[in-house]
T-cell receptor, first 117, second 113 residues
Framework: GAVVSQHPSWVICKSGTSVKIECRSLDFQATTMFWYRQFPKQSLMLMATSNEGSKATYEQGVEKDKFLINHASLTLSTLTVTSAHPEDSSFYIC?????????????FGPGTRLTVL | GENVEQHPSTLSVQEGDSAVIKCTYSDSASNYFPWYKQELGKRPQLIIDIRSNVGEKKDQRIAVTLNKTAKHFSLHITETQPEDSAVYFCAASPTGTASKLTFGTGTRLQVTL
């Protein structure tokens, strides 16, 4: 149980285009989903926290107009990188936390490798 | 906000030896401490976690200890195997539905034959 999927697993796009990444909890309902960014050989940096039915909370320094997050249901959150540029190239990973009260565990998706040319 | 420091950044051990990774945190409100293992290009996988009402937890070859007074916690892997080679991340957070994890910088563990 507690499986999180992410789509696509990798994407290459031209500079200036937008890219949408989906994060789904397959066998549980996720009250909260998180979006992280990871550069090579570095740690996971939290970008934003997404709660179902409400606006995402962005970490300091993350542009909310560039990284659009939508959490339309208890099993789906999307991250859209708008007007992507080469510096946005990175490994993007989502995680989901189960709905049950008192559950702290975050389950991670397999990640999406974005390359912007 | 929370700050988590992790040491060492790299660790090389011989197969069968033990490996210890240490983390410190700054926020006394943190009370949930998971450890994740990440292989190259893969997702982080939870290997063990501990909450502040417990001082030690063990799962087969893996154990975690927590010292809330000193604000540090450690991962212990015994009888290491080549498949233990990966990057390990510690993290800390307060509990609650909106609480977020703050990750350490990671430790690259290499188990040699």
């Amino acid at each position: 149980g507690a499986v999180v999927s992410q789509h696509p697993s990798w994407v290459i796009c031209k500079s200036g285009t937008s890219v949408k990444i989906e994060c789904r909890s397959l066998d549980f309902q996720a009250t909260t989903m998180f979006w992280y960014r990871q550069f090579p050989k570095q740690s996971l940096m939290l970008m934003a926290t997404s709660n179902e039915g409400s606006k995402a909370t962005y970490e300091q320094g993350v542009e909310k107009d560039k990284f659009l997050i939508n959490h339309a249901s208890l099993t789906l959150s999307t991250l859209t990188v708008t007007s992507a540029h080469p510096e946005d190239s990175s490994f993007y990973i989502c995680s989901a936390r189960q709905r049950e009260v008192g559950t702290d565990t975050q389950y991670f998706g397999p990640g999406t490798r974005l390359t912007v040319l | 906000g929370e700050n988590v420091e992790q040491h060492p950044s790299t660790l090389s051990v011989q197969e069968g030896d033990s490996a210890v990774i240490k983390c410190t945190y700054s926020d006394s409100a943190s009370n949930y401490f998971p450890w994740y293992k990440q292989e190259l290009g893969k997702r982080p996988q939870l290997i063990i976690d501990i909450r502040s009402n417990v001082g030690e937890k063990k799962d087969q070859r893996i154990a975690v200890t927590l010292n809330k007074t000193a604000k540090h916690f450690s991962l212990h892997i015994t009888e290491t195997q080549p498949e233990d080679s990966a990057v390990y991340f510690c993290a800390a957070s307060p509990t609650g539905t909106a609480s977020k994890l703050t990750f350490g910088t990671g430790t690259r563990l290499q188990v040699t034959l």
